[in-house]
């Protein structure tokens, strides 16, 4: 796949999640079982990469710079981060992706006390 149509799709990608997790409104929450068994390899590692993002940018806007960076760094620079997210995913089907994530992540990136 072209370079463009990656970043295009993973843009399209995050910024759908964006909405679903700041909507105003009750909306429908991807289990992690759902996310590995109906989504393409592709489409579940956009999905996730777009709540990392959302993750790593909350954080930031409750003024925890480093928080957000190891965030960001762990999924993406760290070796093993994301499969160890893809297991958790699997781990906990029945538990809304985004909580899966913000645990794995906790567990990396604890919070400042």
């Known amino acids: 796949m072209a370079p463009f149509?990656?970043?295009?799709r993973s843009v399209f990608?995050?910024?759908?999640?964006?909405?679903?997790?700041?909507?105003?409104?009750p909306c429908y929450a991807v289990t992690g079982g759902?996310?590995?068994s109906k989504m393409?390899?592709?489409m579940e590692k956009g999905y996730i990469g777009g709540l990392v993002d959302m993750l790593s940018y909350e954080?930031?806007?409750?003024n925890d710079r480093p928080r957000a960076?190891?965030?960001?760094?762990s999924f993406y620079k760290k070796d093993g981060v994301p499969e160890r997210v893809a297991k958790a995913m699997v781990d906990y089907a029945d538990k809304?992706?985004?909580?899966?994530?913000?645990?794995v992540m906790k567990q990396?990136?604890?919070?400042?006390?």
């Open 5 to 8: 149509l990656y970043v295009q």
């Open 13 to 25: 990608i995050a910024a759908a999640a964006a909405i679903v997790m700041l909507s105003s409104s």
């Open 34 to 36: 759902e996310l590995t």
């Open 40 to 42: 393409s390899k592709d």
């Open 59 to 62: 954080t930031v806007l409750q």
């Open 69 to 73: 960076q190891c965030i960001y760094d």
């Open 96 to 103: 809304d992706a985004s909580i899966v994530l913000i645990a």
């Open 108 to 113: 990396l990136c604890p919070e400042k006390q």
